[in-house]
């Protein structure tokens, strides 16, 4: 399905006819306009009916009090259909526990937990430390490179094989993965063009995956995702497309959300020059920084829930079976919530009031892994590069689920 008749991304968002906006239009995001749409709808219509898009007729929730009200109603709004806006075909469609509602979701949640447990992050950091600086110390001087394919896939996908103790020399299979399942088909350069092709590959994902769970089911319980799951009394009995589910929500939440708040991160030091000063005159304020970039960056765009009944939200009748996405991306631009919300600020109060991560039963379960990587990252690059020069505008992914860069050239004088 096309998008409302009269609606173009690079229209003005506030002239066009409110019933015309489709928030889910993928343009918006990768032209880097999207702020103004949301900024629209939070005024004029926060809970938005879009009768005709790509992936049918979808409620739009933007303002931050509102998406609050579904993150906590599970019992009324449902993960179980799946958390993008896509409907799969049923024989493609994936289990995995953060598109389960509780109880099943609980249990299965609580088995990789211990992965991001304090202590198991303690261990983490030294291997980190270790990695970012290696690929630190090995970026060109004075020469334009790309800081993603260089830096932010690198980081996240040395994490993601240790998290899996996947073979490292592979390492870029995960990252191939990740984009495979979160690939929109109307990218004129997507990897895939149907949900058949998209499964036909996550099948190779699986099958390797299955490997490492073989090894593993018949040797004492390890620290590693795949032992986890594969000694999990929830979760070894997992049929074959849960088994798949959840390495495909493994690999994506390792990966999409650090990679690209790696990428945002210097993209918005960058274009707010007075806080990289800042930054540089009080390295100190890493900690506080990185929550604030994974706020900037929103690095999903929303996450999606189906009404389970009848439900009022901000004066508008949800009805059972409509499904609605909670644009996080917008909740936190949300003046009413977040002071200064349009203002990229390092040392703001309250950094950690975000949406990014989600909230309630379905918070992301490696948040604190995400702010380690790139507090770490950041230390180790204020130590040796005071600023890395932004050529040009970032690419940006053709998604309007993963609020992604693809492509980022930096140069680093000295």
């Given at each position: 399905m096309?998008?409302?008749v009269?609606?173009e ?8 006819p409110?019933d015309?906006i489709?928030v ?5 995001f ?5 702020p103004g749409w ?17 992936f049918g007729?979808?409620w ?5 009090k509102?998406i609050?009200q579904?993150e906590?109603n599970p019992q ?9 806006l ?7 469609r ?6 389960m509602d509780?109880?099943?979701?609980d ?8 992965i ?12 980190i430390?270790q ?5 630190l110390?090995n970026l060109?001087r004075?020469e334009t ?10 980081l996240?996908?040395?994490m993601l094989a240790t998290?899996?103790?996947y ?5 870029r ?7 495979i ?20 590959e ?10 490492l ?5 018949n040797?004492p ?10 000694h ?9 497309m ?6 495909v929500?493994?690999?994506?939440g ?7 708040s ?12 007075d806080?990289?000063?800042?930054l540089r005159?009080?390295p100190?304020?890493?900690p506080?920084?990185?929550?604030e970039?994974?706020?900037?960056q ?5 996450m999606?829930r ?9 004066g ?15 909740g ?8 200064d919300a349009d ?14 991560f ?7 379960v490696g948040?604190r892994?995400?702010?380690?990587q790139?507090?770490i990252l950041w ?7 005071p ?5 040009q505008?970032?690419?940006r ?7 992604g860069i693809?492509s980022?050239?930096?140069r680093?004088?000295?």
């Amino acid at each position: 399905m096309n998008a409302p008749v009269g609606f173009e991304a690079l229209a003005d968002p506030w002239t066009i006819p409110i019933d015309q906006i489709d928030v889910a239009d993928a343009r918006i995001f990768q032209d880097d306009v999207w702020p103004g749409w949301f900024a629209r709808l939070r005024r004029d219509d926060p809970v938005h009916f879009t009768t005709d898009s790509q992936f049918g007729a979808y409620w739009s929730v933007t303002r931050y009090k509102d998406i609050m009200q579904v993150e906590t109603n599970p019992q009324v709004f449902s993960s179980a259909s799946g958390i993008t806006l896509l409907d799969q075909e049923t024989q493609y469609r994936l289990a995995m526990f953060i598109a389960m509602d509780p109880p099943k979701h609980d249990v299965q949640r609580l088995v990789v937990a211990p992965i991001v447990a304090p202590g198991n992050l303690a261990n983490m950091a030294g291997t980190i430390r270790q990695r970012a600086a290696t690929i630190l110390d090995n970026l060109p001087r004075n020469e334009t490179f790309d800081w993603v394919e260089h830096v932010s896939v690198e980081l996240t996908t040395q994490m993601l094989a240790t998290l899996f103790d996947y073979p490292l020399e592979r390492r870029r299979d995960l990252t191939y993965w990740s984009n495979i399942a979160t690939t929109n088909f109307k990218d004129p350069n997507a990897l895939v063009k149907t949900e058949e092709e998209r499964f036909t590959e996550l099948r190779k994902m699986a099958a390797a995956m299955m490997d490492l769970w073989n090894q593993r089911v018949n040797a004492p319980p390890a620290s590693d995702l795949i032992s986890m799951l594969a000694h999990g009394e929830a979760t070894r009995n997992m049929d074959p497309m849960e088994f798949m589910g959840n390495c495909v929500l493994l690999i994506v939440g390792g990966n999409d959300t650090t990679r690209n708040s790696i990428s945002g991160g210097l993209w918005a030091l960058n274009k707010h020059p007075d806080e990289y000063r800042k930054l540089r005159e009080n390295p100190g304020l890493i900690p506080n920084m990185v929550p604030e970039i994974i706020r900037w960056q929103t690095p999903l765009a929303y996450m999606r829930r189906t009404a389970l009944r009848d439900y009022e939200l901000a004066g508008k009748t949800i009805h059972a079976g409509d499904k609605l996405a909670m644009w996080y991306i917008s909740g936190n631009r949300d003046a009413e919530a977040i002071e200064d919300a349009d203002r990229f600020i390092i040392d703001r109060s309250r950094p950690r009031q975000h949406l990014s991560f989600g909230f309630g039963i379905h918070r992301c379960v490696g948040n604190r892994l995400a702010e380690l990587q790139l507090t770490i990252l950041w230390e180790e690059i204020m130590k040796r590069f005071p600023f890395i020069e932004l050529m040009q505008e970032p690419k940006r992914v053709y998604s309007s689920f993963v609020h992604g860069i693809s492509s980022m050239m930096v140069r680093i004088p000295g």
